[in-house]
């Protein structure tokens, strides 16, 4: 059963979204129609059966589980396609990191750095899920190809990367110059290690070709993923028996589908959702991620320093925190929250050399996307902010596999954007780069400044610790002095298990979800 679709992408009908309670109400229960049935008998292994409906309790051992968005490169692990992968326990990295964003052992047991080179060395107990080993030239082969695609992996932004088989369990990684974060680097999903009959011809397919507890066994394009435990898996056999996966990108449908037992674990809840739903089944943890008004430095209005300025001096970041988000987001003090503690500590006020200017009437249009639920209302409250202040402001909202090529291709003159801050690498500096350095490959401000570039530089260059701290805030600072991103606030992540689940994860880095442990009672 295909995934409900998004809210339309125009204007008059995001006005029409926020509608009366009765209206919503009734939009609630149809969503939970469309939903039912969408999880029964998916599974593929002998242990699956049919679900009795709303509050089984997984009879079956499987979970299912309600996503918000569907794939949009057919699950390659070279896009942000591969967080799926991680999310589902199908597709490893060498490397993973802890709590504190620190590299710990995966599929590489240890590593040691010698100048601009590290070497790794690998686990012996791996097969992948065809039955193949894991061999250091398998790593090569999936290191390599990831360093060679076009775009590159945004992990891989400003590094040049060579992997090399120097033993049967080690492989050497160089970078052009002395990188501290290679580790970190290697543990971003897009740096996933797949078996080799995953790269056939120009496309990556993971399909039966991880090392997880879970695998993936059928993946019906942006409807629905099939995963069955892995028996096999080096780090002992999975407690659920599978993993049924629906995309829902309606997040009512997604809330609906948990209130009526139709799904066990349910992804980026909306706000708008989660006071409907009982207390208990859902988890809110602050997370590194930013909502921010991107402007388009290249072209259109905001290409003047100070309309930038003045649309930043017109955003009301706690009307948006109370209005739309019901107070379930922090406001932000600037690019990074407070999921990095460390930022506010060693944060100082910005310095700003440009004056806001009057707009006098100054037409934009800002692009956002359906697939988070508040991002439209954010849009509509930031029209009537900017709009306030003299702009003139047209709204396009699509769904984002509709949208991201525009937006990155700088057609729009500001865009809404939700992004994770250290998706990548635990890391804040792979963000920054990428969203922000003039060859940045996420760059939707259009960003082009050498002072910004000066610092995103010495960021990316410096050691971990409390010095590449401090180079990462100064980096922060160098944006905001440019006015091309306007940040508005820090959100929480939001997540609905039914109250049979055990052990969902619940990642600020949106890196896990089911793990080995999770199941159903």
């Not at 992408?9 to 149809?30: C, K, M």
């Not at 069955?228 to 080096?234: G, L, T, V």
């Not at 859902?282 to 991107?294: A, D, H, I, K, S």
């Not at 259009?446 to 990316?460: H, K, N, S, Y």
Request: contains cysteine; neutral net charge.
């Amino acid at each position: 059963m295909p995934a409900p679709s998004g809210l339309p992408g125009n204007s008059r009908t995001l006005r029409a979204h926020r509608r009366r309670p009765l209206t919503a109400l009734a939009l609630t229960l149809a969503a939970a129609t469309l939903l039912t049935g969408c999880f029964a008998g998916t599974g593929t292994g002998a242990d699956t059966g049919a679900r009795s409906g709303p509050g089984s309790a997984g009879a079956d051992g499987r979970l299912r589980v309600a996503m918000m968005q569907p794939p949009r490169s057919g699950l390659s692990p070279l896009t942000d396609d591969a967080f799926k992968l991680s999310r589902w326990s199908t597709a490893e990295t060498l490397v993973r990191l802890d709590r504190d964003g620190n590299a710990e052992p995966a599929l590489a047991t240890d590593w040691r750095q010698t100048g601009p080179t590290w070497t790794f060395t690998l686990r012996d107990d791996v097969t992948f899920h065809d039955g193949t080993p894991l061999t250091a030239e398998a790593v090569v082969r999936s290191l390599t190809t990831a360093a060679k695609a076009s775009p590159k992996p945004r992990i891989l932004d400003g590094v040049t990367l060579t992997a090399r088989a120097t033993g049967p369990r080690t492989v050497t990684v160089t970078t052009g110059t002395a990188d501290p974060l290679v580790p970190q680097r290697l543990s971003s999903p897009q740096l996933s290690i797949l078996a080799a009959k995953a790269y056939r011809g120009r496309t990556v397919n993971p399909v039966g070709a991880g090392t997880g507890p879970f695998v993936l066994v059928r993946a019906e394009g942006t409807a629905s993923a099939t995963l069955d435990r892995y028996d096999a898996y080096w780090g002992g056999r999975a407690k659920a028996v599978g993993i049924d996966v629906r995309y829902v990108p309606d997040g009512t449908a997604r809330a609906a589908a948990l209130r009526a037992g139709e799904a066990d674990i349910v992804e980026a809840v909306p706000v708008s959702q989660a006071r409907l739903l009982d207390p208990e089944l859902v988890t809110e943890v602050p997370m590194p991620r930013t909502n921010t008004l991107y402007l388009n430095t290249r072209t259109g209005p905001f290409r003047d320093p100070a309309l930038r300025a003045a649309a930043r001096e017109a955003v009301d970041a706690r009307a948006l925190v109370a209005g739309v988000y019901e107070g379930r987001a922090d406001v932000a003090g600037g690019l990074l929250g407070p999921a990095l503690p460390w930022a506010a500590e060693l944060r100082a006020p910005v310095r700003r050399p440009h004056a806001p200017a009057a707009p006098r009437g100054a037409t934009v249009t800002i692009g956002t996307f359906t697939d988070r639920a508040e991002l439209p209302e954010v849009a509509q409250l930031l029209q009537q902010q900017l709009e306030k202040a003299g702009f003139t402001v047209k709204l396009d909202v699509r769904e984002y596999a509709a949208i991201e090529a525009d937006a990155l291709a700088g057609k729009f003159d500001a865009f809404v954007l939700s992004r994770a801050t250290v998706l990548d690498s635990g890391d804040p500096a792979a963000y920054l780069y990428s969203d922000f350095a003039g060859d940045g490959s996420f760059n939707i401000a259009q960003l082009a400044d050498p002072a910004v570039d000066r610092a995103l530089a010495a960021a990316t260059g410096t050691a971990t610790g409390d010095s590449r701290r401090r180079a990462v805030i100064a980096a922060e600072a160098a944006v905001l002095a440019t006015d091309a991103a306007v940040p508005m606030l820090h959100e929480r992540v939001i997540q609905g298990d039914a109250a049979h689940v055990v052990d969902a994860a619940h990642d600020p880095r949106e890196r896990e979800l089911v793990t080995v442990d999770t199941h159903v009672r």
